[in-house]
């Protein structure tokens, strides 16, 4: 017995029965999802190295968060981490730190917009 989601109201769903528990969908016919890479419009995008955020993010605050596909996020900790810095170095020390662990938290900008668009053609 495995688990299938649900096309209309993505709930998970046992794959033995005809309609959805929660919204009372027919579940019909189960396919896999189609996965196409590089093939014009609808690729998957490749997504940014978790890695290489963390680094860009140690050597100037925020650059890791514009990395990942956030570019005004990143932009708002560098002006904040600067700022910190200025004021003092112990706080710009610790938003620096902030910053860096956020990259290494969130999920990319690209992984976001991949996860939609297989939720969204994993019947057609």
Not at 37 to 65: C, D, H, K, V, W
Request: with cysteine; hydrophobic share 40%; aromatic share 10%.
């Amino acid at each position: 017995m495995g688990i299938v989601y649900c096309a209309n109201c993505e709930g998970k769903c046992s794959d033995q029965i005809l309609q959805c528990p929660h919204c009372g969908h027919p579940l019909g016919e189960i396919t896999p999802p189609k996965i196409i890479y590089n093939t014009g419009f609808a690729a998957l995008e490749r997504e940014p190295s978790i890695f290489i955020a963390f680094i860009l993010s140690i050597f100037i605050p925020g650059l890791g968060q514009m990395y990942k596909g956030y570019p005004l996020t990143g932009i708002a900790w560098f002006i904040i981490t600067i700022a910190g810095y200025a004021a003092l170095v112990t706080p710009g020390a610790v938003l620096h730190l902030v910053c860096v662990m956020g990259t290494l938290c969130d999920e990319s900008a690209a992984a976001k917009r991949n996860r939609k668009y297989i939720r969204k053609n994993i019947n057609n």
